[in-house]
């Protein structure tokens, strides 16, 4: 069956970075793309970007541009998603998911608090 | 970026009831829009892609509808599971964007 399985939760400084890894199994890793979407609390989800793990290709939303990279290792079907200079603001549970346009399949979340 | 705008806000309706859940784009997305159901603690599920195609193991009293600007999702009968949240997401350009999102309560 298809998983993808988050990293453990982070406590961060302001400042710091922090890197999430999402490891897929039950599919063809390099087949789908992996997005990812953070929920801070008390808010909506809101869209990060995207990967192609085969190609390795991404697409950044704007408000993240310069703060966030993501990357893969094909050889341990596993994404990452490195967000710098964090602040307050980036609090939140953060998901990977499956998909292209519409997202089948997401991991469990991992909580980034980010906190002096 | 495409804005998508949900109402209600929050919804409060018992078991067995129909409840519908609209959506609107600020331009035209065609039928690429999907719904979301979340739950606190759990991983967002998909419901419903290209606005009607229900995902597969999702129980059929969920149906979408819609294309353009407006869409709706329908829950026919209420079920003590589906009490959550509900977001729409536009799936035509780059960002993707969710709508604010739907609190569906119990009344």
């Known amino acids: 069956q298809v998983q993808l399985v988050q990293s453990g939760a982070e406590v961060k400084k302001p400042g710091a970075s922090v890197k999430v890894s999402c490891k897929a199994s039950?599919?063809?890793?390099?087949?789908?793309?992996i997005n990812w979407v953070r929920q801070a609390t008390g808010q909506g989800l809101e869209w990060m970007g995207w990967m192609n793990p085969n190609s390795g290709n991404t697409g950044y939303a704007q408000k993240f541009q310069g703060r966030v990279t993501m990357t893969r290792n094909t050889s341990i079907s596993t994404a990452y998603m490195e967000l710098s200079s964090l602040r307050s603001e980036d609090t939140a549970i953060y998901y990977c998911?499956?998909?292209?346009?519409?997202?089948?399949?997401w991991g469990q979340g991992t909580l980034v608090t980010v906190s002096s | 970026d495409i804005q998508m705008t949900q109402s209600p806000s929050s919804v409060s309706a018992s078991v067995g009831d129909r409840v519908t859940i609209t959506c609107r784009a600020s331009q035209g997305i065609s039928s690429w829009l999907a719904w979301y159901h979340h739950k606190p603690g759990k991983a967002p599920k998909l419901l419903i892609y290209a606005a009607s195609s229900l995902q597969s193991g999702v129980p059929s009293r969920f149906s979408g509808s819609g294309s353009g600007t407006d869409f709706t999702l329908t829950i026919s009968s209420l079920q003590p599971e589906d009490f959550a949240t509900y977001y729409c997401?536009?799936?035509?350009?780059?960002?993707?964007?969710f709508g604010q999102g739907t609190k569906v309560e119990i009344k």
């Open positions: 997401q536009q799936a035509t350009s780059f960002p993707r964007t």
């Open positions: 039950g599919y063809t890793f390099t087949t789908y793309d």
């Open positions: 998911a499956r998909g292209s346009r519409s997202f089948d399949y």
